[in-house]
């Protein structure tokens, strides 16, 4: 997983409540078991028409958010199925960060596992962020974790708390394996150690 420390990207305002994984993630797409190439289906309802064709409403269609790896967004994002390919298909796309003011739990903590940064802020923040957002002249927004700061273009900044364990996780580029394979060296020497007193094991 790669390391999170800061990021300075366009944001893209997805003022919608209640945005669930089968909107971020279609059913018929989570045949794989990969982590790559669900990007191009990240929204695919609302991105494309039923011709295949791009939707030009779409805020990820339009020219100054095609690039955009933070989004903000409504309340109770990621609600719904507890579906991983989410944050796997908004990785995929280049997303970083998601600003909400609540997600669904599941997803909150797949995020994390997966390199995603999700950040909880209060609802007058998210609707200055919102704002920022919708700016198509400078929608960019700057994470900066260590400092747990959202600096927005104006030059003010809004904080955001954050568990001290996914915070690490994050600055250091570790999901579960990665954890797992840091103690290494103590599992080998247990099951080292088990093998003298429980040989029959």
Request: glycine share 6%; with cysteine; hydrophobic share 35%.
């Amino acid at each position: 997983m790669q390391k999170f420390e800061t990021h300075k990207g366009i944001a893209a305002p997805m003022d919608i409540m209640n945005i669930d994984t089968d909107m971020i993630i279609p059913k018929q797409f989570l045949k794989t078991i990969k982590r790559t190439g669900l990007g191009v289906n990240l929204f695919d309802e609302m991105r494309y028409n039923k011709d295949g064709s791009e939707n030009p409403d779409f805020i990820l269609n339009q020219p100054s958010y095609r690039s955009a790896s933070i989004l903000v967004t409504g309340d109770n994002f990621g609600c719904g199925s507890s579906r991983e390919h989410a944050p796997w298909a908004l990785q995929d796309f280049g997303v970083k960060t998601v600003i909400s003011t609540s997600f669904a739990d599941i997803f909150y903590n797949n995020c994390f596992k997966n390199g995603i940064l999700p950040i909880v802020v209060s609802a007058a923040e998210r609707e200055a962020l919102m704002a920022d957002a919708k700016d198509p002249e400078n929608p960019e927004l700057d994470i900066d974790l260590p400092n747990q700061l959202i600096r927005r273009p104006n030059g003010a900044d809004i904080s955001f708390e954050i568990d001290p364990f996914r915070k690490q996780c994050l600055l250091d580029g570790l999901d579960d394996i990665g954890l797992t394979m840091g103690k290494a060296e103590q599992i080998s020497t247990y099951e080292d150690q088990r093998k003298n007193t429980h040989p029959w094991l």
